[in-house]
């Protein structure tokens, strides 16, 4: 088993819940309110393993909605206790959610790809240290918000051509590319190593 201290930062939508098909917008979007959250089915049995292997886990997730006035504070609040209820059901344990609640256009620091979540996730956190901290995600927001705060990062499921491109416009690529957290747990916790 590899030894604990290190950081785990998880995106949420597309990582640990299903995104919503939003018919005004034509592209997947976050749950609005906690009816509408579907954990993924093997999200709570992995995060338990992650948790048993000594791992710390955290939430940075970007949740613009109630700013953009789709839904209300309270109802996204909601939707992410329910998946931090459904995430944890099998004694996995999240230590931590950073939540930004701004738009893109109001540029502040922590939404990704700012590494302002991900810094205020490991400082909430010193037992573990920075080094092997992982930023998980699904899009290559994630993946350069990571490489900011200077941690190793994992992009999970299919590539999207413009995540691609992104990427490679900014000469980055991820020290993990997986199917899904099932794929990236196994290959931290069976040894992994971030690639060079």
């Known amino acids: 088993m ?12 597309g990582v640990l819940n299903r995104l919503l098909w939003d018919p005004a917008t034509g592209q997947p ?27 710390g886990l955290a939430i ?19 939707a992410h206790e329910r998946v931090l209820r459904a995430a944890q059901s099998q004694g996995g344990i999240i230590l931590s959610s950073q939540i930004c609640l701004h738009r893109a256009e109001d540029w502040c620091s922590c939404r990704k790809p700012h590494p302002g979540l991900i810094l205020q996730a490991v400082a909430a956190h010193p037992e573990f240290s920075l080094h092997g901290c992982w930023m998980v995600g ?11 705060a200077g941690v190793n990062t994992a992009l999970l499921g299919p590539s999207v051509a413009a995540d691609v491109a992104l990427l490679a416009e900014r000469g980055l690529k991820p020290c993990y590319h997986g199917t899904d957290l099932r794929d990236f747990a196994e290959f931290l916790v069976e040894g992994g190593r971030a690639q060079p």
């Open 2 to 13: 590899k030894q604990p201290g290190a950081l785990i930062v998880l995106d949420r939508d």
């Open 29 to 55: 979007d976050s749950p609005m309110n906690a009816s509408q959250v579907q954990v993924l089915p093997w999200v709570a049995s992995v995060l338990r393993r992650l948790t048993d292997a000594g791992y």
């Open 60 to 78: 940075a997730t970007n949740q613009p909605a109630s700013a953009k006035g789709k839904t209300s504070r309270e109802q996204l609040l909601a």
């Open 138 to 148: 699904d899009r290559a927001t994630d993946v350069i918000a990571g490489n900011a």
